[in-house]
């Protein structure tokens, strides 16, 4: 991917901000070292209402206008609770 060098810096500021978020208890950027420009996302959360408000933070509305001025449309999400808390 030729703009990976300018995502960088923007995902390293996403990852900072929902570090911060109450309820988040992991998450990471990694590109995929068998599939260079596929970057893999995990976060582990507290609960459903943490993701919830994950997706609504104002730093993540930045993150979607920075991804898409960059061409980066394509996701695909998985979610798994773990165990018997609610985890995600």
């Not at 390293?12 to 988040?24: F, H, I, M, P, S």
């Not at 208890?25 to 976060?43: F, K, M």
Request: charged content about 30%; overall charge negative; proline content about 5%.
């Amino acid at each position: 991917m030729e703009n990976l060098p300018a995502i960088r810096p923007l995902m390293r500021k996403v990852v900072t901000a929902t570090l911060q978020e109450d309820g988040c208890l992991s998450y990471a950027y990694a590109e995929d070292i068998t599939e260079p420009g596929l970057i893999r996302v995990s976060e582990t959360w507290r609960d459903r209402a943490s993701l919830a408000r994950h997706f609504e933070a104002p730093h993540m509305a930045e993150w979607k206008r920075e991804r898409a001025a960059l061409g980066l449309f394509d996701r695909e999400m998985r979610c798994w609770q773990v165990g018997e808390g609610e985890v995600l």
